[in-house]
């Protein structure tokens, strides 16, 4: 790992154009990652550019620098460009390029020397370093780890990264709640506020950020949507594009919704599906043994953590809701 680290530090000296790349409808964990190494690399004269696949919710904007983004699909020529005259690219929070959508062609087409920092499930072949530690909480946490390595005893986080990589440590970790929340995460989160992160300032942000319609649009998916299976300890939400236009949601308006379920005791799965042009999004959470990214793998071409993850079914939101009832009974959750 030091060595990967020098080798890459000469590397990165010597690279004249970088790119920060993530996932397609980017998280706190995405853009708190992507920008935590934005604002490193800035801080040793090393310029590089964060492109993202699609928008990010309105509850990150308040990042520094997350202006300076550039969203492909919004600018698709200039991102294009980018990603073609790019030497190094980083990979972060993603560990299969499709995890990339439309940016795909062009981060699989470039010879740029990838190197990718993930947590994901998985063994990606196609990255030329990989840093990335299956498990741990966060992409954040890992950003941060690189940090400490590249900079060893002249480490200084400025607020501006702290704020970024405390973000992510508190959106992927459920806000310090599911069982990736190690010593080691809350050392870290120490260590961020010790830098100048306020974390009232950061929660506040992302969890209270809410406008009254989103929380009506809660309030309905729990009273009117929420389902739950007879002598399954699974509940599901199914919500079509009607409901979502009802009550005009935004880009990350759904975020945390498949969460709610899980706050009944008894519950041990949650899923929530998302009506799309052509397709149903799939989002999966679940407690403490129960692996449901092999659930989300086998039947949604998805995947992600033991108990979060996603997938896609590319049929109606009816059949998609009949499919995964049909799949809930095949594959004995336990
Ligand atoms: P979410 O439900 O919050 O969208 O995603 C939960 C986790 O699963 C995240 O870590 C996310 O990156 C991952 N994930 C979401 N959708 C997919 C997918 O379609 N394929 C894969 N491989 N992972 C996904
Ligand atoms: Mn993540």
């Known amino acids: 790992m ?32 992507s920008l935590g190494l934005y604002h490193f690399l800035k801080q040793q004269n090393i310029k590089a550019q964060v492109v993202v696949p699609n928008a990010f ?15 492909f699909d919004q600018d698709s020529e200039k991102a294009k460009e980018l990603i073609q005259q790019a030497d190094l690219i980083f990979g972060l929070d993603y560990n299969e390029t499709n995890r990339t959508a439309k940016m795909q062609d062009s981060i699989d087409a470039s010879s740029a020397y990838k190197v990718l920092i993930d947590h994901h499930i998985g063994e990606p072949t196609w990255p030329d370093l990989n840093l990335s530690v299956v498990g741990a909480s966060s992409t954040c946490e ?36 599911f069982s990736a929340t190690t010593p080691k995460v809350h050392i870290q989160a120490a260590q961020l506020i010790e ?30 949507r929420l389902k739950i299976l007879k002598d399954k300890k699974i ?12 009550y005009n949601v935004q880009t990350g308006g759904t975020e945390g919704l498949v969460n709610e379920p899980m706050k009944i005791a008894d519950i041990d799965v949650s899923i929530l599906m998302k009506e799309d042009e052509g397709k149903v999004k799939m989002s999966f959470r679940s407690k403490r043994a129960i692996d449901i990214s092999v659930f989300a793998k086998k039947y949604f071409s998805g995947g992600g953590h033991r108990n979060a993850a996603g997938g896609i079914s590319f049929k109606n939101l009816e059949d998609t809701e009949r499919d995964l009832l049909q799949y809930l009974e095949e594959f004995n959750i336990r």
């Open 57 to 71: 919710p309105k509850f990150l904007m308040w990042l520094e620098g997350s202006e300076s983004i550039i969203v």
């Open 235 to 246: 509940a599901y939400l199914a919500l079509s594009q009607g409901d979502m236009r009802q």
């Open 142 to 177: 890992l950003v941060l780890d690189f940090i400490s390595a590249y900079s060893g005893d002249n480490i200084q986080l400025t607020s501006d990264m702290a704020y970024c990589i405390y973000t992510g440590l508190l959106t992927d970790t459920g806000n310090f709640q």
């Open 195 to 224: 830098a100048g992160v306020e974390a009232d300032v950061v929660h506040n942000h992302i969890n209270n950020s809410f406008d009254k319609q989103r929380l009506q649009f809660f309030g309905f998916c729990v009273s009117e």
């Open 2 to 33: 030091i060595k990967a680290i020098a080798d890459l530090k000469s590397r990165i000296t010597n690279t004249k154009s970088i790119v920060i790349t993530t996932h397609v409808s980017p998280d706190g964990d995405a853009i708190g990652s």
